[in-house]
C-alpha cells in the first residue's frame, strides 16, 4: 500500500480516486449482447453462456432435483451458519416494516401513504471468482419480507452447468424456486427482456462486475429499474493509536480479496500504527488462498496519515466508502459524524466480514462514491409507496380557493376548473 503523510486538503482528491478501468468500448460490447438477447431471447442468451461460461445450457431452469442434490452437499456446520445469518438478517429487515401513514392536512382533506411490494424482481448472484451464497441472503429475504410475488434468481454456472450447491442451499431454504443458470450480461438482459423461459421482471438487484453493472445501468434506462450502481469492493478504516494492528490489516485484506480492481483505504493520525499494520499485512497476506488478488488490489490502495480526528472524518465523507470501520477510541462519537458510507462497524470487535455474512444489515451497498446519494439495499428497495388523498365536500370547500388561484396563476384553466365546477355544486 502506498503512504501519504499529511497531505494538503488540495490533495485530497486525486488521493481518493478510485481504480479506473478503461471503459472505452465497455458500453459499446455490453449493449451489443443486450440488443442481441432483446431480439433474440433465450438463443442469445444461451449462446453468451457458452461463450463466457463455457457451458450450454439446454434447460436454464434449475430443477427441483439439482437443488435437492446440492442440498446433501452442504455440511451440516455450514447449514447451521447459514441458518444463523438468516434469522438475523430477516429479523433486522422485518424491523423496517413501516406501518400506513394517515394525515388530516386540514379538515376534509385526508392524505395517506401505503406501500405496496414491487411485483417482480430479479437477483444476480455472482459465482465468478467465488461462489456469495451470502448474497442470496441479502437479496431474497428483503424481497419475500416485503411480499414481492415473483423471485427470479439468476447465477452463473461452472463448465459442468453446475450451480455451487451453498447458492442452492440458501435459495431453498429461504424459498426461492425460479433459479437460473445464466450469469454476466446475459442474466440481466435475459431479467430485463424476458426470455421464453426466464420472466421479465419490475427490477434487478444484485452486485456483479464492471460488465454486469454496465448491463444494469443501460437496461435501466428505459426498460427495468434496479437497485443501485453498484461496481468493485472497496473499505476504509479509521484508526487511531487504540487500534488493533492485527485488526485493521485483516479488514483490509478481507476486501482486497474480492477482486483485483478492489480498493482499501487506511485513514489515521498515528505514525507509529503505519509501521505496525504493514507488518500485519504482509504476515497474513502469506496464508491467503486468494493472495495473488489481495495483492493486486492493495497496490490500488492507500495509507493516509492525517493531522487530527476532524481531517479524518472530513476526508472519510468526501470518499464515501462502501463500508468504514472505525477503530478509534471515540468510535461511536466519530460514527455519528459520518454522513457518506454505506455501512459503518464501529469498535475493535466489529468486522467488516460480520455485515457481509451473518449481522443483520445488508451487503449490497454503493460504491464508487455513490454513498453520498443512494442507500444500500434495504426494506424499503423492493417497496413502493403510494399517496391517496381524499376529499370531503367541507374539505373542497376549505382547501379549493387555493387550488383555484395557485392554478389561475400557472394559467392552466382545466386545473383551475376541476375545482370550480365542483365548487359551484356546493353553493
Known amino acids: 500500500m502506498q503512504v501519504f503523510e499529511y497531505p494538503q486538503k488540495s490533495d485530497w482528491a486525486q488521493l481518493l480516486q478510485r481504480p479506473e478501468n478503461d471503459l472505452s468500448t465497455l458500453f459499446q460490447t455490453v449493449q451489443g449482447i443486450l440488443t442481441d438477447i432483446k431480439e433474440n431471447g433465450e438463443k442469445a442468451a444461451k449462446a453468451y453462456s457458452e461463450k463466457f461460461d463455457g457451458f450450454a445450457a439446454e434447460n436454464l431452469l434449475v430443477s427441483q432435483k439439482e437443488t435437492e442434490e446440492a442440498c446433501l452437499q452442504v455440511s451440516s456446520k455450514l447449514k447451521q451458519a447459514i441458518h444463523t445469518a438468516k434469522l438475523n438478517i430477516e429479523k433486522f429487515h422485518q424491523a423496517q416494516i413501516s406501518p400506513e401513514k394517515v394525515v388530516e392536512t386540514m379538515p376534509g382533506v385526508i392524505c395517506r401513504q401505503k406501500s405496496v411490494a414491487i411485483e417482480k424482481v430479479g437477483l444476480y448472484v455472482p459465482g465468478g471468482t467465488a461462489p456469495l451464497f451470502s448474497t442470496v441472503l441479502m437479496l431474497a429475504l428483503p424481497a419475500i419480507i416485503a411480499g414481492c410475488k415473483e423471485i427470479v434468481l439468476c447465477t452463473p454456472p461452472n463448465k459442468e452447468g453446475k450451480i455451487h450447491p451453498a447458492i442452492l442451499f440458501t435459495a431453498s431454504l429461504i424459498g426461492v424456486t425460479n433459479i437460473f443458470k445464466l ?31 454496465a448491463a444494469k445501468q443501460l437496461v435501466s434506462l428505459k426498460d427495468v429499474a434496479i437497485d443501485m450502481p453498484a461496481g468493485p469492493s472497496e473499505v476504509e478504516v479509521l484508526a487511531d493509536e487504540s487500534a488493533n494492528a492485527a485488526f485493521v490489516a485483516s479488514d483490509l485484506l478481507s476486501q482486497a480479496e474480492h477482486g483485483v480492481d478492489s480498493q482499501v483505504i487506511l485513514i489515521t493520525n498515528s505514525p507509529q500504527l503505519i509501521p505496525q ?40 465523507n468526501m470518499y464515501a466508502p462502501e463500508h468504514l470501520i472505525i477503530a478509534m477510541r471515540d468510535d461511536d462519537e466519530v460514527a455519528n459524524k459520518i454522513t457518506n458510507a454505506g455501512s459503518v462497524f464501529i469498535g475493535n470487535y466489529t468486522p467488516e466480514s460480520a455485515g457481509d455474512y451473518a449481522s443483520g444489515t445488508n451487503h449490497t451497498l454503493p460504491t464508487h462514491g455513490y454513498a453520498k446519494a443512494y442507500s444500500g439495499v434495504n426494506l424499503d428497495s423492493y417497496i413502493k409507496k403510494i ?18 388561484e395557485m392554478a389561475a396563476t400557472e394559467q392552466l384553466d382545466a386545473h383551475k376548473n376541476a375545482v370550480t365546477i365542483r365548487l359551484n355544486t356546493l353553493k
Open 277 to 316: 499494520i504493514q507488518i500485519e499485512l504482509d504476515n497474513q497476506l502469506k496464508e491467503l488462498s486468494r493472495k495473488e488478488i489481495a495483492e493486486k488490489a492493495l497496490q490500488n490502495s492507500r495509507i493516509i496519515l492525517l493531522s487530527n480526528q476532524q481531517e479524518m472524518i472530513e476526508m472519510t
Open 183 to 213: 450469469g454476466g450480461v446475459q442474466a440481466i438482459g435475459a431479467m430485463a427482456y424476458g426470455t421464453e423461459s426466464i420472466p421479465k421482471v419490475d427490477k434487478i438487484f444484485g452486485p456483479g462486475n464492471s460488465y454486469v453493472t
Open 387 to 404: 399517496t391517496f388523498q381524499k376529499i370531503t365536500p367541507q374539505g373542497l370547500k376549505n382547501i379549493g380557493p387555493a387550488i383555484e
